[in-house]
Every structure is written in C-alpha cells, then in structure tokens.
C-alpha cells in the first residue's frame, strides 16, 4: 500500500507529546484523589492501559454469553410473520434455520479473516510497521471510545422515553459492544502496541459518560459517533480493513437517534437555548481538538492532512448538533470560522509557507459507499427516511 507521506513539524508534535503527558499525569491524579475521598473520580469501569475493562478480558464468559446470545438472536420476522417486522436480511432469510444470526455474513467472515494466519500475512504484506502503529493509534483511538459508547448507550436506557426509544437505544448497546469486541480484535491482529488513551481522549470521553441527562446524545451520539463515522470512512478502503464499512453504517444510524428521537420528544426551548447548557456543550467537546493535533503524526503517515480531517468532523457534529436542537455558544457557520481561524494559525506556526485554509470544507471519507451514506445524513438528506437510519 503506497502513501503520500505528509512532512510534520517535529518540535510541535515533541511540545505536543509532552503536553499530553503532563497533562494526562494531572487528571488521573485528580480523579485518583477524588475516588479515595469519596468524590466522583473516573466514572467508567475501565482500564485502558490494559485496552479492557476491570477485571480483563474474561473470554470464555464472553463466549458464552455475547457470543452465544448473538448466535440465538431470534428475528420477528420468522417467529412471527403475521407481524410488521421485516428485520431479516436476504442472507438470514436463505439461512433460517442456523443458529449464527447475530452478525451478517460480511461481518462473520471478517472475523474469521481476523483471527487467521493469512490475515496478519496480508497486514505485513500491505503495511510497513510505521504505518501499522499508526493505524493502530488511530483505530485504538475510536476503540476506547467504543468501550464509553457501550457504557453511554446503556445509561440512555434511564433518559429515553417510549417503547419505541428504549428499543432504539438498546439496539445501540448491542452494537456498541459488538464494535468493541470486533475492533478490539482488529487491532490485536496488527500485532503491534496498542496505546492507552491520551488525556483528551480521556477528557472527551469521561465528559460523554458524566453529562447530565440527554446531553449524553449530544457528547456520544452528535460528537463521538461523529468522530467515529469519520475515521472509519477514512479507512475503511484500505486493504484488511473493509469490515470498517460495516461499523460505518452503524454509526450512520446512531449520528441520527437524537434528531429522530427529538422529533418525537422535542427538547424545551430552555433545553436548547439555555447559555449554562451551550457552554457546557462547547467544554464537553474542545478535547477533541487537542486529540486530533495529537494524532497528527499518525494521520501524515497515511497520507491524510490532520486539519482536513478535523475540520471534516466539526462541520459534520455543528450540522447534527443544530439539526437535533443542542445548541452552542455560537451559530454554526460563526462557530466553524473560529476553529478555521485557530487551525490557520497553529498552521502559519508550524508548517513552512502556509496559505490560509477552508479546512472546514474538506472532507477525508474515501470509500464512494461511504461518501453516499454521509452525503444522505449531511448533504440534505433526512435521516429519517435514509436506509441506514430508517
């Protein structure tokens, strides 16, 4: 696989490196003094040094339980084909009667493909190990986000009203731990170091998991899931990592569940327009922004410019965060010209010759089927009526 490597300022990413590290330092010490006098520390049960939750990894119980209740996962439409339910696929309609019915047949083949011998063949054939670590770091990056999307998603059980909503929502647990456990074997299968996560990434993800009530829509579902959505078009048409479509479209239908949800519940005009909740809006997600200048090493390996990323992500979670009614601090477009304005000039600072930018123009998803389902959720489509947030 051939990348247009992208030159990297290396005294910014050292001052970058450290600043990370001292502040990572600080906040677990903060939160580690918090829990030992009784306060809220980190709230989520989970190790990321370890790339697990408390208590490791436990496989045979996940075999026999996640793996087994995915295998059993009954459909409505054959046990009860008088009802309105047509939740098969075409695949699973040939296959009733075999018990595998949790995952398609791209997604099973995939993992088998993961846990192969050939597969780490074509892994070491197709990357360099540069390129590798740094598809690692940045898939590691979204799997620890994984793991708070799991946790997230079941908390929105005690948020979310209606049957309707609460089977929405519990669909996203079970395919949040199904992205946890898949990714998670994807990276392995790398072979190469899996990072903990960065104090941002722990920031941004322990903000989603504390934020009060549907907020946690905003924090996990507009600006996480986002973020998702984005590295997985990003890569999903690199060699070995095609199962990456798949997670993509989930996450297309989970960037929309607060703008569906709220058309039937809407959020009170104090909700939205309140100013304590559009600053705690902006707080929760201006972590992300020194996350990605943290992975800008790692996106110039692969060729990919880290603001054009960046600014492809906050112009995707502005556009569903207004769409669903979380407003913020500013407007949109006055919000992104801002950002814009910070990243030129970060920009003039560390790259040689730099010509200002509308990095809040570009867009990093590759693959032409992932392009069409966001040009559904953010060019004009309603997610509503899309297939793949219908």
């Known amino acids: 696989m051939h990348f247009d490597k992208l030159t990297v300022n290396p005294r910014a990413t050292a001052v970058n490196r450290r600043v990370e590290q001292l502040a990572n330092a600080a906040v677990r010490a903060w939160d580690a003094a918090k ?12 190790d990321d040094h370890a790339y697990e939750f408390v208590g ?4 045979a119980l996940r075999k026999k339980h996640y793996d087994k209740s995915l295998r059993l996962l009954w ?8 009802s309105s339910f047509r939740d098969a696929t075409a695949g699973e309609r040939a296959l009733l009667g075999i018990a595998e019915r949790g995952m398609n047949d791209a997604e099973k083949a995939a993992r088998a493909r993961i846990s192969s011998a050939e597969f780490r063949a074509l892994l070491d054939r197709e990357y360099t190990p540069a390129e590798k670590s740094a598809i690692v770091s940045i898939l590691s990056a979204i799997g620890h986000g994984e793991a708070y999307a799991w946790l997230v998603s079941a908390s929105m059980m005690f948020e979310v009203e209606s049957t309707g909503a609460r ?37 941004l993800l322990e903000g989603c998991l504390k934020a009060r009530g549907l907020d946690r829509f905003f924090g996990m579902n507009v600006l996480v899931e986002t973020i998702a959505l984005s590295i997985f ?9 095609e199962v990456l479509r798949m997670f993509h479209l989930d996450e297309s239908r989970h960037t929309a569940l607060p703008d569906n949800y709220f058309k039937e519940f ?14 705690a809006r902006l707080a929760m997600a201006l972590p992300a922004v020194p996350l990605v200048l943290y992975l800008e090493p790692e996106l110039a390996e692969l060729g990919t410019d880290v603001f054009e990323f960046a600014g492809s992500v906050l112009r995707k979670a502005v556009h569903l965060a207004e769409r669903a009614g ?5 407007p949109g477009p006055q919000l992104l010209a801002v950002f814009n304005r910070i990243f030129n000039a970060y920009c003039r600072l560390t790259r040689e010759g730099h010509a200002f930018r509308d990095y809040m ?8 089927a992932e392009a069409a389902v966001e040009r559904e959720i953010f060019g004009g489509g309603s997610a509503e009526t899309t297939p793949q947030a219908a």
């Open 233 to 241: 078009g990003l890569l999903s048409d690199k060699p070995g990592l």
């Open 361 to 368: 123009a570009a867009d990093t998803t590759h693959g032409a």
């Open 56 to 59: 490791g990894a436990r496989d």
């Open 167 to 203: 089977a929405a929502v519990t669909m996203q647990v079970l395919e949040e731990a199904k992205h946890f456990v898949v990714l998670r074997e994807l990276i392995q299968a790398f072979g190469v170091p899996i990072p903990r996560q960065s104090a941002w990434e722990y920031l």
């Open 35 to 46: 829990a030992k006098v009784g306060l809220t520390g980190r709230r989520a049960d989970y």
């Open 75 to 82: 459909k409505a439409e054959e046990h009860a084909s008088w």
């Open 266 to 279: 809407p959020l009170s005009k104090w909700q939205r327009h309140s100013p304590r909740r559009r600053l």
């Open 326 to 330: 979380f407003l913020l601090p500013l």
